[in-house]
């Protein structure tokens, strides 16, 4: 089902929402109903109203993690991750900076412009606290402790449209969401991921001891 409204989860139970949402106007899944192939203001406004959803499904000290980037049309810069900020921010989130997700196996882009080898996760929180700076502070992926500890990543992408062996057209490493899991939560804590996918929350999920929710509009991906 939609993400629009899940009254099938309780609200202040969820301890962290982890998500990648479809970009605006890019990937057409085929499915009546889906997210992503409105007008850009109808799109914010159909998302604006999931954010508001997470925002009450999670405790009070409880996390949001957005993974998104900018989008660019017809030569036009499109600042999907400026609109969510605003909005979460409208809500009631507490917006606590950006991590870089560094894709080292960078996906090709059109010969006029650079590789694509980052994408944005927006950070939030339910309080003003953030509770997991600790375990962020902890991670290490560089050679330059200047780079190290804090919001760089290094985690490779594995597949993406040109995949086309894979399930989904946009599947975003386990090791992502495993690592945000084990920063946001503890074990027996509830996860819940709005845009589900081919599952892969689920499964970080499954094998770090956490308890997964997810929606997903097809049906074809839930089986």
Same mark, same amino acid.
């Given at each position: 089902?939609?993400s629009?409204?899940?009254p099938q989860?309780?609200?202040?139970a969820?301890?962290?929402?982890?998500?990648?949402?479809?970009y605006?106007?890019?990937?057409?899944?085929?499915?009546?109903?889906?997210?992503?192939?409105e007008?850009?203001?109808?799109?914010?406004?159909?998302?604006?109203l999931?954010?508001?959803?997470?925002y009450d499904?999670?405790?009070? !000290?409880?996390?949001?993690w &957005?993974?998104i +980037? @900018?989008r660019v $049309?017809?030569?036009?810069?499109?600042l999907?991750p400026?609109?969510?900020?605003?909005?979460?921010?409208?809500?009631?989130?507490h917006?606590?900076g950006?991590?870089?997700?560094?894709?080292?196996?960078?996906?090709p882009t059109?010969?006029?412009?650079?590789?694509?080898r980052h994408?944005?996760?927006?950070?939030?929180?339910?309080?003003?606290?953030?509770n997991?700076k600790?375990?962020?502070e902890?991670?290490?992926?560089?050679?330059?402790? !200047?780079?190290?500890?804090g &919001?760089?990543? +290094? @985690?490779?992408? $594995?597949?993406?449209?040109v995949?086309?062996?894979?399930?989904?057209?946009a599947?975003?490493?386990?090791?992502?969401?495993?690592?945000?899991?084990k920063?946001?939560?503890?074990p027996?804590?509830?996860?819940l991921?709005?845009?589900?996918?081919?599952?892969?929350?689920?499964m970080?999920?499954?094998?770090?001891?956490?308890?997964?929710?997810g929606?997903?509009l097809?049906?074809?991906?839930?089986?």
């Open positions: 089902g939609t629009e409204t899940m989860i309780p609200d202040n969820v301890k962290c929402v982890i998500t990648s949402p479809p605006w106007d890019l990937k057409d899944y085929y499915k009546k109903g889906q997210i992503g192939q007008s850009y203001q109808q799109y914010l406004d159909r998302l604006a999931v954010w508001k959803e997470c499904k999670l405790t009070d !000290d409880g996390t949001f &957005l993974n +980037n @900018i $049309k017809n030569n036009k810069v499109i999907i400026h609109d969510f900020v605003k909005q979460c921010k409208q809500i009631g989130f917006y606590k950006i991590l870089i997700w560094h894709k080292s196996s960078g996906i059109h010969d006029k412009n650079i590789v694509d994408e944005y996760v927006l950070v939030f929180s339910k309080s003003e606290r953030l997991c600790e375990q962020m902890a991670i290490s992926d560089y050679k330059h402790e !200047d780079i190290n500890h &919001l760089f990543w +290094n @985690i490779n992408r $594995k597949a993406g449209s995949g086309k062996k894979y399930i989904h057209p599947i975003y490493p386990n090791d992502l969401v495993s690592r945000i899991v920063c946001g939560t503890q027996g804590d509830i996860v991921d709005p845009f589900l996918g081919s599952g892969t929350t689920i970080a999920c499954e094998q770090t001891q956490r308890i997964g929710y929606l997903e097809d049906p074809h991906y839930c089986d």
